[in-house]
């Protein structure tokens, strides 16, 4: 699906940019070309078809210490509810500037629920995910199926379905918001609608609906209406299990068997149960482990993506310029920006990338250093 690639020669790009018109009559032809709606390819100061990605996003990291503390203060001074939504506040690159966008493609976003707070009911066609780096108590509603969320459970909102938030708790939670919304945005196939408020159910089982349906290693229901879906129906994946796996293939690779990404590099990916494909659509999840010491080989990919640090303490390598990682730490990586980790402890990962739309659109490629 990916094309393994070999490095290309760092040449400048071979566009020709001769576009000061010398002559009158070549003026009456630009004025005429601007007149008819019409732009000649020589004109343009934009390399539009570049050697190899320049993308405007940069490399960045966003520290949890950073953003938690602000998160809190919007807690105290921002209500949530009508209007507002969600209390959701979105990294944004540097590299766009005013943009609330990690990468072209990808939003990022920390939501912070205050004690008794309910965020409403909506549905709308971009997919979503969160992420919860620590706490418990929030519940959101899927489709009128209450889901938990605790430390280290990915819990889907796939487009379309229709998700609120409560907190019936004593203490505020925050986690990560991912979605599609500037791919979506930037395609104009978004639709949002209103829920109905105060028809959900108010208790949390331990186990959603979905996953009794869903959640059964390697078990799939034979019902007629349990049928394949682009998206999984899956709306919970939990920590344990997640543990579990990359325990297990750490100890696989040091008896001496297959399993790993890498020496040192264990990772798995949030799947659809009826399909085996990606969670959502247009955003692949992923959890890696990497063992204390260890370091993951350069690589750069088309496509981007956005990490998290869930546990332990590394560094990460972008395009050259080192940055120290800690518990909660945000990184965006743009296109063709080259990445290593090292893990300095255990380092748990959370990773999410546009890579299902890379492939499907066969632009998906990969260059080991
Ligand atoms: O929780 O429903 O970060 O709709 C952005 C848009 C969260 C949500 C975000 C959303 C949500
Ligand atoms: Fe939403």
Redesign the pocket.
């Known amino acids: 699906m990916t094309t393994d690639i070999t490095a290309v020669p760092d040449t400048t790009s071979a566009a020709d940019t001769t576009d000061t018109p010398h002559t009158a009559d070549e003026k009456q032809l630009y004025d005429d070309f601007a007149h008819h709606g019409l732009i000649p390819l020589w004109t343009q100061r934009e390399d539009l078809m570049p050697v190899r990605p320049t993308p405007k996003a940069i490399p960045h990291v966003w520290h949890w210490g950073d953003l938690y503390p602000l998160a809190a203060r919007a807690g105290e001074l921002v209500p949530v509810g009508r209007g507002g939504?969600?209390r959701?506040i979105?990294i944004s690159n540097p590299g766009l500037p005013g943009l609330p966008y990690a990468t072209p493609t990808l939003?990022a976003?920390i939501?912070y629920l205050g004690p008794g707070e309910v965020?409403p009911a909506?549905r709308?066609s971009?997919n979503?995910f969160?992420f919860v780096l620590e706490g418990e108590g929030v519940w959101t509603v899927v489709d009128g199926d209450p889901v938990a969320m605790r430390r280290g459970d990915l819990l889907l909102?796939p487009g379309w379905r229709f998700?609120g938030?409560h907190n019936p708790h004593p203490r505020p939670m925050a986690w990560l918001?991912g979605?599609d919304?500037p791919l979506v945005h930037s395609i104009d196939a978004g639709f949002f609608e209103f829920g109905e408020d105060g028809v959900e159910e108010r208790t949390t089982p331990h186990r959603s609906r979905a996953e009794r349906l869903w959640g059964q290693p390697g078990l799939r229901p034979v019902s007629a209406t349990a049928h394949d879906t682009p998206n999984s129906p899956l709306s919970a994946y939990r920590w344990e299990h997640t543990d579990a796996a990359l325990t297990a293939q750490l100890e696989l690779a040091a008896e001496g068997h297959p399993g790993v990404v890498e020496p040192g590099h264990a990772a798995v990916r949030f799947t659809n149960p009826t399909t085996g494909s990606d969670a959502l659509t247009t955003l692949r999840t992923e959890m890696h482990r990497i063992a204390g010491g260890q370091h993951t080989a350069a690589v750069r990919e088309t496509g981007s993506s956005v990490w998290q640090v869930f546990d332990g303490t590394g560094a990460i390598t972008l395009d050259g310029t080192r940055r120290d990682l800690a518990h909660g730490d945000l990184i965006a990586v743009p296109s063709w920006c080259q990445v290593t980790i090292e893990a300095h402890s255990d380092l748990d990962l959370f990773r999410f990338s546009d890579a299902p739309v890379m492939e499907r659109l066969n632009l998906a490629r990969r260059e080991y250093a």
């Open positions: 939504e969600r959701a979105a939003w976003a939501q965020a909506h709308h971009q979503a969160r909102t998700h938030h918001d979605l919304i």
